[in-house]
């Protein structure tokens, strides 16, 4: 496969746009042109979702669930043989760090996609429940075919998020990638090929927010799986309400870690690269608010900046790398503007927050903290998805739960103790839709999303897979 021209995958097929416009993708490290892919609109759309609806309703839509599973956990197979290189792939376009790379872009979309063949294989699609009239049969039905679109922060495993579960089920997709991360969408296309899933399962398109919104509008599709923006969801949730549409929606986040006064601050330490910085801090869950007991503020603030300037910041394909680029030059430039932000509304910068020595090429930022920011100013209350923290000071639990829950959004969170019971405790009263206790880490088999302006719905669990069902009751005599 060339990753470096990268077409439209419809109806089995690699395929030109019907425009002939093509979209570049740039290296976030060097700005170079990595390659290129076919720009597909609102008639690519159309052909992708027809070819969809074809392969729904032939044998990919009546074959027994086992099959399909069977399938499916071929083309996981697929994938992972495929992880090395789509790792390096997606650290070029997007600057992930290649050592999270390896385990988000070349690992996970696999152990998903597979997880999802077991369950499905294990999931009875249709059970009979007594009832006071007669028996009544409960159906799972394939919901139909599915939009998919997905940003180009973790471009791999948001997709295989929605892929997974959706062909375990029995959908069919359309997959719209983002144009950031236009070409390791391919390898879904080639892993496709090399499993034999059937002509039109699942159909790519590459494309920017037109070629998203001709999929939100498209007659054709019976369910709409989102990741991005706040903004962006909140605008396709619109439309598809004005459609009777049902739609999931990942969106952004402004979590908060919280820090106990009994906390071990080596521990904490030790977890807030993965925790806040994570993938260059262009994560939606990481924790940007720390949020600090006053009795140990000063302590605090000290370990946050001392985390963020021991990381090493560099090439993204270097395994010793912490931080690669963002991006891209527009994603730097609106950190850069938080970070202008930060310093004239009052807050103490303590450390990075500029353009690192010598990195003039690629879109890098040095990982910055401030110090005695207010829960209510612009740096606090907005995603800036960059390398930036705040460390707001707290009173007390409560005033901590407070703090942690003043915010619109509700995506992570993590609590810091040395009493793992009051931790519990504390995530429990966190309004998010997850959090961890002197952790953080997203498991295949428990629910993921958000509250608030973080989303609608969940993905990955049996959670994630009940979505893509249809329920029908059929009513009967039978006692
Ligand atoms: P974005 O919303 O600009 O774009 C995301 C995708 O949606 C892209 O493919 C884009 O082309 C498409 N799109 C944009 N507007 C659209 C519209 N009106 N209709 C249809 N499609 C549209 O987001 P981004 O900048 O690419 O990604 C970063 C955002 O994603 C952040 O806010 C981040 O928090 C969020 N995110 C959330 C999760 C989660 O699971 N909650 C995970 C990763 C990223």
């Not at 494309?207 to 999929?215: I, K």
């Not at 370990?303 to 963020?308: C, I, K, M």
């Not at 930060?342 to 003039?360: E, I, N, Q």
């Amino acid at each position: 496969m060339d990753t470096q021209r990268v077409t439209l995958f419809v109806d089995g097929r690699w395929t030109e746009s019907s425009s002939g416009e093509t979209i570049e993708v740039i290296e976030a490290a060097t700005e170079q042109a990595l390659g290129a892919a076919s720009a597909g609109n609102a008639q690519d759309i159309d052909r992708a979702v027809s070819a969809a609806r074809r392969a729904l309703d032939g044998p990919w839509g009546k074959a027994a669930a086992e099959e399909r599973a069977a399938v499916v956990a071929r083309f996981a197979e697929a994938l992972k043989a495929r992880g090395k290189d789509t790792a390096a792939l997606v650290s070029r376009e997007n600057g992930m760090p290649i050592s999270l790379s390896r385990a988000v872009n070349g690992f996970a979309p696999s152990a998903i996609i597979g997880y999802y063949a077991g369950l499905a294989a294990k999931t009875a699609r249709e059970e009979i429940r007594p009832g006071m009239g007669g028996e009544t049969l409960v159906r799972r039905e394939p919901i139909g075919v599915v939009g998919a679109i997905v940003p180009w922060n973790y471009p791999q495993a948001l997709a295989a998020m929605k892929i997974g579960p959706a062909l375990a089920a029995g959908c069919t997709v359309v997959l719209k990638s983002s144009p950031e991360a236009a070409l390791d969408a391919a390898v879904f296309a080639d892993a496709a090929t090399a499993a034999d899933l059937p002509p039109g399962v699942l159909n790519i398109v590459p494309g920017g927010r037109e070629t998203g919104q001709a999929l939100v509008d498209h007659p054709g599709v019976d369910k709409i799986a989102f990741t991005g923006s706040t903004a962006a969801g909140r605008a396709i949730a619109a439309r598809c309400g004005e459609l009777l549409r049902p739609v999931t929606l990942e969106l952004g986040g402004k979590s908060a870690a919280i820090v106990l006064p009994d906390a071990d601050l080596g521990a904490f330490a030790r977890g807030l690269p993965e925790v806040s910085f994570v993938n260059n801090g262009q994560t939606c869950h990481a924790c940007t608010r720390v949020l600090a007991p006053a009795s140990r503020y000063g302590e605090v603030v000290e370990a946050v900046t001392e985390v963020a300037r021991a990381l090493t910041i560099g090439d993204p394909l270097d395994k010793q790398t912490a931080i690669g680029p963002l991006v891209s030059r527009a994603q730097r430039d609106r950190v850069l503007g938080y970070i202008e932000a930060g310093k004239s509304g009052g807050a103490r910068l303590t450390t990075g927050g500029g353009v690192p020595v010598g990195r003039d090429r690629g879109w890098f930022v040095e990982p910055a903290v401030f110090a005695d920011v207010d829960n209510s100013s612009v740096i606090a209350r907005e995603e800036i998805f960059g390398p930036v923290l705040s460390v707001i000071p707290h009173e007390g639990i409560d005033d901590a739960i407070r703090i942690a829950n003043d915010s619109d959004y509700g995506l992570g969170g993590t609590v810091w103790t040395t009493d793992e019971e009051q931790g519990r405790e504390i995530a429990r009263q966190v309004h998010s839709g997850t959090v961890g206790v002197n952790t953080y880490g997203i498991e295949v088999n428990a629910p993921f999303g958000g509250v608030k302006a973080s989303g609608l719905g969940r993905e990955m669990g049996p959670e994630g897979l009940a979505p893509y069902f249809s329920l029908k009751s059929i009513y009967t005599t039978a006692k």
